[in-house]
């Protein structure tokens, strides 16, 4: 007990009232404590401090005990333990208790119906509903949410016909979040408007919708109406899935604004949101903002650790992120799995191969966690990294599990380095077996043969493309200045300021040329003349929004670019020359990983 509760129990006993609020806090410890110096212990006292067991993970046995000790326990008792065996799993224990309960109400079916479906129990959740005597609204909303929730939508809007009244928001948020998760957003938003009335729960399950179904732009919309409108008050939920819908659109602008707005509020305090906004800034490109915020945290979880480590690591500052996970062990913070996720990745950037092994080897036996196929994808890159491509093939082959699609492509790309034709076969035919229709791997393959002067290789590959009928998803890149968004296609015609851009990029063309560059023509298109090769080059969108970027921001400020492919060979070369005649530094997003261009090098060390 501590010292301020024992003179608290001095001065005044506590009573169940107290137990309950520290339960309602999610404080156990000081449950236990209240129930402790409760003098006159009534059922309800009891069932207060079990409610509590009930929400916390792993505590079934002192929860059983303690019911052990209720006199007289009622209906309540053996409904929040029958919930504590449902939430720590155990099945069997939850079935002979409701079987062995001397009286049961509705609430106590209920538990049988959700804890059931919850633990994947979905058809004798449905026997055990329609066995009930009496059924409410909540037995309703548990089932269509259990339908909801295995994805069998027709099923779930079946039952959702069937149940009475229909003027609980649950029952419709659960169609609602099922269509979303299902990715049917438009049969989702049907069920949204025609809601008699919505909640809070209701809004954030469309925000959250949008962001997973990647309508992100419609989520910040729906968000400014909630705000705007005053419709009702966002909480930590519904500004985690709005900053979320930030970083998928890369966009610090709306991501700023949302902070700013957080600001004001008590819920900016709140580990989740903090964590939230940490994340954003780091997936927007802006770690300086994400590493004052982080500095900030009244208390930081090992989300929010992980949130920062990972920032670093992906953004090449591997040293960092090393040194940030160091300093969780001064904290007494416990890495999980998704730490050394981020400290792999941290040694990938730094090239510190050994270490990360070591590392690898200290998550299972120190730690005691299981390599996952996360990290068995790291290991592999730092072990192609590292020139070790045998080691990686082997760990590849030995693995438990099937090696992740990004495995074989940075395989992919460390044969091209080190001109490994056997392995790049191997890579390759892996990739275009999972994705016989995307072009990539095919792209690589042919580079590959190409630069050992394998032609009969290369038409190979051409043909084999052919064949599988493979669609090349256009590329664009966009840049974000002064909070618009700029897009730029492959050889633009639509931007207003193009002749502008193009006088730049000839200008830096010139420029890099003096410094040896040579346009790699394995990166253009192959059936067009020589000349028009070169030009078509300097057209690619990357460098369009690199242009642009530099004639419409101040000399000396940071260009963020994000492309939704990968990024192209050439338009990585010419961006480390730019960062050097620019004397500017350059973020380059595109879906495999962050390029941050310095001083002529880029931090991914030409492995991508
Ligand atoms: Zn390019
Ligand atoms: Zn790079």
């Not at 050889?491 to 003096?514: F, S």
Request: proline share 4%.
């Amino acid at each position: 007990m501590t010292l301020r509760s024992s003179l608290l129990a001095v001065a005044r006993p506590l009573t169940t009232a107290a137990v309950a609020a520290a339960v309602r806090r999610g404080d156990l410890a000081g449950a236990v404590e209240a129930f402790a110096s409760t003098p006159r212990k009534t059922a309800a006292t009891y069932n207060c401090l079990l409610a509590g067991y009930a929400r916390a993970p792993g505590r079934l046995a002192d929860a059983r005990h303690l019911f052990d000790r209720i006199p007289h326990p009622d209906v309540v008792s053996y409904n929040t333990l029958l919930s504590c065996h449902f939430a720590n799993g155990d099945v069997d224990g939850a079935r002979r208790l409701f079987s062995a309960m001397p009286v049961k109400d509705v609430a106590s079916w209920n538990t049988m119906v959700s804890g059931l479906s919850k633990n994947g129990a979905l058809e004798e959740a449905k026997a055990v509903f329609m066995a009930m005597p009496v059924r409410n609204a909540v037995s309703w909303n548990a089932m269509v949410a259990a339908l909801a929730c295995s994805g069998d939508m027709g099923a779930a809007e079946e039952w959702f016909r069937n149940a009475p009244g229909k003027e609980d928001a649950v029952l419709w948020t659960a169609m609602v979040s099922g269509y979303m998760d299902a990715g049917n957003v438009q049969k989702a938003m049907e069920f949204f408007e025609a809601m008699p009335m919505r909640n809070l729960v209701s809004w954030n399950a469309v925000v959250a919708g949008y962001v997973k179904n990647s309508h992100a732009g419609h989520a910040l919309r729906v968000f400014k109406t909630m705000v705007e409108d005053a419709v009702v008050q966002p909480n930590a939920s519904t500004l985690s899935s709005v900053l979320l819908g930030c970083s998928n659109l890369s966009s610090l602008g709306f991501g700023r604004q949302i902070h700013q707005w957080c600001m004001k509020l008590p819920l900016s305090r709140s580990v989740t949101v903090g964590t939230s906004l940490v994340s954003m800034y780091c997936k927007c490109g802006n770690l300086d903002d994400a590493c004052k915020l982080f500095d900030e945290m009244h208390t930081k979880d090992i989300v929010a650790w992980n949130a920062m480590i990972s920032g670093y690591a992906q953004h090449g500052n591997g040293g960092k992120a090393i040194k940030l996970f160091e300093k969780t062990k001064d904290e007494g913070v416990v890495p999980n799995w998704i730490t050394f996720v981020a400290v792999l990745t941290a040694c990938i950037h730094t090239g510190l191969c050994d270490f990360g092994i070591q590392i690898f080897q200290t998550m299972q036996e120190v730690y005691g966690i299981e390599p996952r196929v996360d990290h068995y994808s790291c290991m592999v890159d730092l072990l192609c990294r590292a020139g070790q491509l045998e080691r990686a093939v082997d760990m590849m082959r030995s693995m438990p599990f099937e090696p992740h699609p990004s495995a074989y492509g940075t395989l992919l790309a460390a044969c091209r380095v080190y001109k490994n034709l056997e392995f790049a076969e191997f890579a390759a035919g892996k990739l275009i077996e999972q994705h016989p229709q995307s072009a990539g791997a095919y792209v690589q393959l042919a580079n590959i043969y190409a630069v050992a002067n394998r032609w009969a290789d290369v038409s190979r590959v051409r043909r084999w493309m052919k064949d599988n009928v493979v669609v090349k998803t256009p590329g664009y890149s966009w840049i974000e200045i002064k909070g618009i968004r700029h897009e730029f296609r492959s050889n633009d015609r639509l931007h207003p300021q193009l002749h502008l851009i193009h006088e730049k990029l000839d200008k830096l063309e010139e420029l890099m040329k003096a410094m040896g560059y040579v346009p790699d023509l394995d990166f253009a298109l192959h059936d067009v003349e020589e000349s028009l090769k070169v030009q078509m080059l300097m057209r690619h969108s990357e460098k369009l929004a690199i242009a642009f970027g530099l004639i419409s921001s101040p000399p000396g400020t940071t260009l963020r670019i994000f492309k939704n492919l990968r990024v192209c060979g050439d338009c990585h070369n010419a961006a480390k020359l730019i960062t050097k005649i620019e004397d500017r530094e350059i973020i380059l997003r595109d879906t495999t990983r962050f390029h941050n261009f310095r001083g002529g090098h880029c931090s991914c060390g030409d492995y991508w």
